[in-house]
């Protein structure tokens, strides 16, 4: 059974920053797109960003663009996301995703682990 577990979440202070990490298990996942999204309390999920199966393309929602930067290594079934210039807006469970696409993770049509808190203190 296809599995995936973030880690790598935590507290910081405003400006800091934060590297996520998930890996995913139980599948192949080296022709899929990974990405990654969060839920703030009281919120809906949003998209924050993904990366295309080969890693050659990259999408970010406009909150992030600048900021944070996806990436993955498919010889170990991981991605990345690393955060600088955090915000206090940014505070959220931030959740890894696999999806056939990344158009697909985008709308929320994803495979999705259990999330890893991210909370940013101003």
């Known amino acids: 059974q296809a599995q995936l577990v973030e880690s790598g979440g935590g507290l910081v202070q405003a400006g800091g920053s934060l590297r996520l990490s998930c890996v995913a298990s139980?599948?192949?996942?080296?022709?899929?797109?990974m990405g990654w999204s969060r839920q703030a309390p009281g919120k809906a999920r949003e998209f924050v960003s993904a990366?295309?199966?080969?890693?050659?393309?990259?999408i970010y929602a406009d909150s992030v663009k600048g900021r944070f930067a996806i990436s993955r290594d498919n010889a170990k079934s991981m991605v990345y996301l690393q955060m600088n210039s955090l915000k206090p807006e940014d505070t959220a469970i931030y959740y890894c995703?696999?999806?056939?696409?990344?158009?697909?993770?985008?709308?929320?049509?994803?495979?999705w682990g259990q999330g890893t808190q991210v909370t940013v203190s101003s």
């Open positions: 995703a696999v999806g056939i696409g990344m158009s697909t993770i985008e709308k929320g049509e994803a495979y």
């Open positions: 990366i295309s199966w080969n890693g050659d393309t990259t």
């Open positions: 139980g599948g192949s996942f080296r022709t899929y797109a």
